[in-house]
């Protein structure tokens, strides 16, 4: 008998405990203050983070969000930080209740993070000094691999605390030492800029033995004063990039304006990669301007990679050892002290330098010239799809990478850098040519193409046979686009101007219609306040 009730006592027990580990999703606004259970009760993203438990997941609606929680003893008011507990998973770019949708969004994949920003923003001004901004934007409270921080903007933090080394790195992200073994969060879907850090790591510093992946960032206009890594520095450490972009990111003093990965004795047991990854006007006052290492050997290794940086000296390693690029198109580089197999030196041919948009045309020689083995599994999971991919099913944009299912498949092979160039006509890089692109092309049509606004170097898709482009937006433009209106992206390159039935987008009056359609004639259509076409609405 007492063995009957001690296993019902344990039965009971382990019930209890599995019903208390149940995880809590919580639903955050700029002006919740609710117990977090629903769109419609909505709590303080402060809220959430202090209560949420590993397992959780948090729900950030759109808008910009100001830390407010300070550490202990905050003696200048600047230590306000969101910071991410272990094992939470944090999540922006929702909608939430509208007047569409009652209800919000109900599932993960329903959100829109490049569409519906959602700001965390270090800008905090103690005592009304615009330069006293938070020290770290976000803070990590340790971190493991289903920690996460995806779909955000993260800006205006200022790590440039007096004497505290701390409080000297990572303005934008800090992902400290924890326990003697650091964080290994997931990072994806963010873009982190305008962060100052006094040391290292203006946009994000990661510490730690296991490895820190990152997955479709974008890291811009960081600033470092004296040390390296105006990007991201990995200190210490293992990291993972892959379909990010490095633009405009500074080292005052120091090198590896865009990424570095370090260790100050070259310990060798260290490393940070990058993979499918675009550096472009990165600088440093010294060498390296992209890309710098200590670690004596393999410290640093880039592939698939585009790190176009004329004028300076991108790369720069301890050792000829401490920096390999493999596969990758690299500017000039003077001094080369880095191991390269595989490179190309040729002009990528970026959409629109001025404007730092660094998708390539349709005639980029870095197209279909990466190495496919080299891409690695979708740790980050960019999609939402709850699974971890063979391979990372996107580019930067969220089109597709052009592979199928396994890294080794070398009938479809992936292009160097972040994009994934395959229609000429899709001008937003989505993976598909539709309406959008259409009434962006028309909106600079007649222009200068990179002398104008808005910018319009981005619709500037033809040109002379020589050429994929001539510096204006005109009736040879068109005509390419509409040559390609309603094509998808398939698990093959599309020639220019073509495509088989089977890589057709879905069809409609519109679409059927502006397939067919003479460039004047879609010129008249659009001066007129584009009418809908056989009764259809657009």
Known sequence: MYRRWYEIAVILCALSVTALAQPTLWYVTQTGSGSGASWGDPCSLQAALGGSQSGDQVWVK?????????????????????KVKLGVKVYGGFLGITTGDPDG?????????????????????????PNADAYHVVTFDGANNITKLSGFVIRNGRADHPTDVRDRRGGGIFIPWTDGNGGTPLLNRLVIQDNYAAAGGGGLYAAGKDVTNVANCRFENNVVGSGTGGGAMVHEGNAYFQNCVFVGNEVTTGSGGGLASIFFDGEISYWAAATNCTFFANTSSQSGSALFSDIDWFGLVAYNSVIWQPGSDPIKGTTGDSVWILDSDISYDPDHDWYGVNNISDDPLFRDETNRIVRVRHCSPVLDLGYNLHIAADETDVNDSGTVEPVIPWDFDKGPRLLVTQPGDNDHIVDMGAYEECLAGDIDGNGRVELSDLTQLLACFGLMACNSAPPCCIADIAGPSSACFDGAVDISDLALLLGQFGLVCPSERLTIGGGEESMMGGSDPLTEWLRSAAPEDVLDWWYAGMPPIGGGEY
């Open 62 to 82: 759109y808008g910009t969000y100001f830390p407010t929680v300070r550490y202990p003893n905050d003696a200048d008011g600047r230590h306000a930080t969101f």
């Open 105 to 129: 969004e109900q599932y993960l994949t329903e959100r829109n993070p490049e569409v519906n920003l959602t700001v965390l923003d270090g800008n905090i001004n103690v005592n009304g000094n």
